[in-house]
């Protein structure tokens, strides 16, 4: 039987946590979730963007990457050509390769490192390059390092702490090659490292909040989508038990219907009516007869199947929906189970009452067979149960004087 809503297990209308308390959910600096599950179903939700802005980032910054040559016969001198060439080519590789590695499976698992590491090899081509220039040559392709810190940033379509590592590393590179190695004098590398770091000030930010904006409206989406599925079991459930309501009874029946028909399965309705259920209303009171309905509802989910389907119709009717049955036979012994189950005794209910039920079997599916059609004849059998008295049963379809009605004793006809 398909279960009906937990409620204590569902957010309620109103508990939603308020907008201002989702950053608690996220590291300060990483912005990762501290719940692994919640951010594996963020990284899936957001995949797709990702996949999307990284191709269209790989393309044009490996098409800006190659493009630059057309730099060098102005400021590189011919014997360097072949050299920044060289460069080039040797790293000009990544982007065509990843960008066609990004159509595989495994690409997604690992493509913030993948979409990082591609800015961040273009980043130390352009450092080898500028180390083996003239000081005059290699000013003019320093602009190109702050061009790609804010491309890893803002538009390579990684994560902000990939980034952030990523551009990290391209700065000591940048400062171990052109100072340590290269011997640039301090107070011309140090203001060319003013403006990388405030490159990455300005773009670290940017991407931050980018980052952080796409995390809240995944968390803000989340719960918008489990007040609604909530409301949509709400609607479906019977408030007090729990159970499917009769609309959604109608819908699983019909599938199973539809299934019947065309696989030549057999299934069975039991329309089930608690006997004298008015009385026990009368002589102990609503709350008792809610715990009488609530036990009801228990008991009936215990004795069917998983596939099964339990639903409260009305009032004191229920309603089950038993799918794959191998005989007419297993349909009798499911109704003797239903019956014995609900005439036990119940420790928590009040001294003297003792719970029966009518119970009326509908076989299907049959020519020219509907949903509410199912229903109905369940309940003109539930009737003819209650003819023969309490904790009875009746199939529709077969005459009950001749046997085919049961009874778990011989109770004369009461009141009902």
């Not at 393309?59 to 630059?68: D, S, V």
């Not at 990388?196 to 000030?201: F, G, M, T, Y």
Request: charged share 20%; net charge neutral.
């Amino acid at each position: 039987m398909k279960a009906g809503y937990d409620e204590p297990a569902c957010r309620v209308s109103g508990s939603r946590m308020p907008s201002s308390q989702y950053s608690s959910l996220m590291h300060p600096f990483t912005l990762g979730f501290r719940d692994r599950n919640l951010e594996r179903a963020f990284v899936a939700w957001n995949l797709p963007r990702t996949l999307d802005q990284g191709r269209v980032a790989l393309f044009i910054g490996g098409l800006i990457y190659l493009m630059m040559g057309c730099l060098d016969n102005l400021f590189v001198p011919v014997e360097r050509q072949q050299d920044v060439w060289a460069i080039r080519l040797g790293t000009g590789w990544v982007p065509p390769f990843l960008l066609l590695l990004s159509y595989s499976r495994c690409f997604g698992r690992a493509c913030h490192v993948l979409l990082a590491s591609n800015g961040l090899v273009g980043g130390l081509g352009l450092v080898a390059m500028i180390s083996v220039l003239p000081r005059e040559s290699a000013a003019y392709y320093y602009p190109s390092l702050i061009l790609i810190t804010f491309y890893i940033y803002n538009f390579s379509g990684t994560r902000f702490i990939h980034a952030f590592c990523a551009d990290l590393a391209l700065i000591a590179s940048y400062n171990f090659a052109l100072g340590h190695l290269g011997g640039m004098p301090v107070h011309v590398l140090a203001s060319q490292d003013f403006f990388i770091v405030s490159a990455n000030l300005i773009g670290g930010a940017a991407g931050y909040m980018a980052e952080y904006q796409r995390r809240m409206l995944f968390l803000q989406k989340r719960d918008i989508e489990a007040e609604r599925q909530l409301h949509l079991d709400r609607s479906m459930h019977d408030r007090l038990t729990g159970l499917p309501n009769r609309e959604l009874l109608y819908d699983r029946i019909s599938q199973a219907l539809s299934f019947a028909l065309r696989e030549g399965t057999h299934n069975a309705g039991y329309f089930i009516d608690l006997d004298g259920f008015k009385q026990i209303n009368d002589r102990f009171g609503h709350e008792v007869g809610d715990r009488v309905l609530k036990l009801v509802a228990q008991r009936l989910r215990e004795v069917v199947r998983e596939a099964d389907t339990v639903s409260r119709l009305a009032g004191d009717e229920f309603f089950v929906l038993a799918r794959g049955l191998e005989s007419v036979g297993e349909a009798r012994r499911l109704a003797v189970k239903m019956l014995a189950s609900l005439s036990r005794s119940a420790p928590d209910l009040p001294d003297g009452l003792r719970l029966s039920a009518s119970v009326g079997v509908c076989l299907f599916p049959w020519p020219g067979v509907s949903v509410a059609g199912i229903i109905d004849q369940a309940d003109q059998a539930m009737y003819e149960a209650k003819r023969l008295g309490k904790s009875c049963y009746a199939i529709a379809g077969e005459p009950v004087d001749g046997g085919q009605g049961k009874c778990l004793s011989a109770t004369a006809p009461g009141e009902h």
